[in-house]
T-cell receptor
C-alpha cells in the first residue's frame, strides 16, 4: 500500500508570491490534515479536510487555505508569501471515520521564502 | 483545552542503556495519546498509541509507554537504546471525537545515542 505522497519535496519562492502544495493520502483514507513545522513554533495544525469539507482549522491567517478533491487528494495554498512562512509543511492522512484513527504522515514539503 | 508538555528538550544516552522520554498532558476529555518519531529530513512515524484499551502500550522498535491518569503522564521508554534510535520524538494528544482529527504536538525531545 502506497504511503502519503507530498509534492513537491522542495520549493523556493520569493516574498509576495503564492504557492500550492499537494498531498495524496493513503488509498481509502478520507481525512487529510496539514501541519506547519518550524524550529521556533514546532508543529502547528493548519486545517483538516474530510470528504471535501473543512472540518477543523488552526490559528493561521487567511493567506493559508486548502481544499480537498473527490478522490481525497488535498492541496494547500499560501498567498502573499512572507519570510516567516519558510517551514516544513506536513500532510497527514487517516480514515477519518468513527473511532480513533491513526494519522500517517508524508515526508513533507520544505518551503523556503527568500 | 488540550496541551502537551515534553519535559526534556534533549536527552542523551549511551548505546545499550535505557531510554526515558517524559510527557505530561492536559485534556478536558478522555484523551488519545500518541508518540511519533522524526528522523532527520523525514516525515513523522507513529511509534505507538493509547486509546484507553490498556494503560501499558507497546509500540514498534521496542518502545513502550504507560498511561498514568493520576499523574497525567504518558512517558516513553525503551530498555536498551540503539544508535538508530537517535531522532526527535513527539508526544501528541488528540480528542478525535470532538476535534475533528486535530493533533496537538509537544515541542519535541531530541534523543542522542552515544556509542
Amino acid at each position: 500500500k502506497a504511503g502519503v505522497t507530498q509534492t513537491p519535496r522542495y520549493l523556493i519562492k520569493t516574498r509576495g508570491q503564492q504557492v500550492t502544495l499537494s498531498c495524496s493520502p493513503i488509498s481509502g483514507h478520507r481525512s487529510v490534515s496539514w501541519y506547519q513545522q518550524t524550529p521556533g513554533q514546532g508543529l502547528q495544525f493548519l486545517f483538516e479536510y474530510f470528504s471535501e469539507t473543512q472540518r477543523n482549522k488552526g490559528n493561521f491567517p487567511g493567506r493559508f487555505s486548502g481544499r480537498q478533491f473527490s478522490n481525497s487528494r488535498s492541496e494547500m495554498n499560501v498567498s502573499t508569501l512572507e519570510l516567516g512562512d519558510s517551514a516544513l509543511y506536513l500532510c497527514a492522512s487517516s480514515l477519518g471515520g468513527q473511532g480513533i484513527p491513526e494519522a500517517f504522515f508524508g515526508q513533507g514539503t520544505r518551503l523556503t521564502v527568500v | 483545552a488540550q496541551s502537551v508538555t515534553q519535559l526534556d528538550s534533549h536527552v542523551s544516552v549511551s548505546e545499550g542503556t535505557p531510554v526515558l522520554l517524559r510527557c505530561n498532558y492536559s485534556s478536558s476529555y478522555s484523551p488519545s495519546l500518541f508518540w511519533y518519531v522524526q528522523h532527520p529530513n523525514k516525515g513523522l512515524q507513529l511509534l505507538l498509541k493509547y486509546t484507553s484499551a490498556a494503560t501499558l502500550v507497546k509500540g514498534i522498535n521496542g518502545f513502550e509507554a504507560e498511561f498514568k491518569k493520576s499523574e497525567t503522564s504518558f512517558h516513553l521508554t525503551k530498555p536498551s537504546a540503539h544508535m538508530s534510535d537517535a531522532a526527535e520524538y513527539f508526544c501528541v494528544v488528540s480528542d478525535l471525537y470532538n476535534q475533528g482529527g486535530k493533533l496537538i504536538f509537544g515541542q519535541g525531545t531530541e534523543l542522542s545515542v552515544k556509542p
